[in-house]
């Protein structure tokens, strides 16, 4: 199910493009997108209050299983950019979807999504719908 665009559900986070970020040609190296991407769902996650620590404690973990990042725009060191995270679907699996914008101009650089389904911790089995915990944290009754 998607869901309206509601605030719940959605977060931003401002940051710096450190040095380390930074590639032999001077923009931020591909793969850093992704520790982006996880920088803005932790924050989500834990504003549902359903963080990783809550997450193992609710007996299930959530690994990725399909991820994607677009680049429009390379992101350069010391930029100040706003990475948005949005949940878009809850049901069936977790689907948070991402767009970073450059702080000053408000120009989308990237977008991306990354698809988590829950995993019970003690079986290692995958379930097919999300479970009653994550419905719970988010206020959703179906």
């Given at each position: 199910m998607n869901?309206?665009?509601d605030?719940?559900?959605?977060?931003?986070?401002?940051h710096?493009?450190?040095?380390?970020?930074?590639?032999?040609?001077g923009?931020v190296?591909h793969?850093?997108?992704f520790?982006?991407?996880e920088i803005?769902?932790?924050a989500?996650?834990?504003?549902?209050?359903?963080?990783y620590?809550?997450?193992?404690a609710?007996?299930?973990?959530?690994?990725?299983?399909?991820?994607?990042?677009?680049?429009?725009?390379?992101?350069?060191f010391?930029?100040?950019?706003?990475?948005?995270?949005?949940?878009?679907?809850?049901?069936?699996r977790?689907?948070?979807g991402?767009?970073?914008y450059d702080?000053?101009?408000g120009?989308?650089?990237?977008t991306?999504?990354t698809?988590?389904?829950?995993v019970?911790?003690?079986?290692?089995?995958?379930?097919?719908?999300?479970p009653?915990?994550?419905?719970?944290?988010?206020?959703?009754?179906?």
């Amino acid at each position: 199910m998607n869901l309206p665009d509601d605030p719940r559900f959605a977060t931003r986070i401002v940051h710096n493009i450190p040095f380390h970020d930074i590639d032999p040609m001077g923009v931020v190296w591909h793969g850093n997108y992704f520790r982006y991407f996880e920088i803005a769902r932790e924050a989500l996650l834990n504003q549902i209050d359903y963080g990783y620590r809550e997450m193992q404690a609710s007996g299930y973990v959530w690994p990725i299983v399909d991820t994607r990042v677009k680049y429009i725009a390379p992101l350069e060191f010391e930029q100040r950019i706003h990475i948005c995270a949005s949940i878009e679907e809850y049901e069936n699996r977790l689907r948070i979807g991402y767009q970073i914008y450059d702080a000053a101009s408000g120009k989308r650089m990237t977008t991306g999504y990354t698809i988590q389904v829950a995993v019970k911790a003690s079986t290692k089995e995958m379930n097919f719908v999300s479970p009653a915990v994550l419905l719970e944290k988010m206020g959703i009754t179906l």
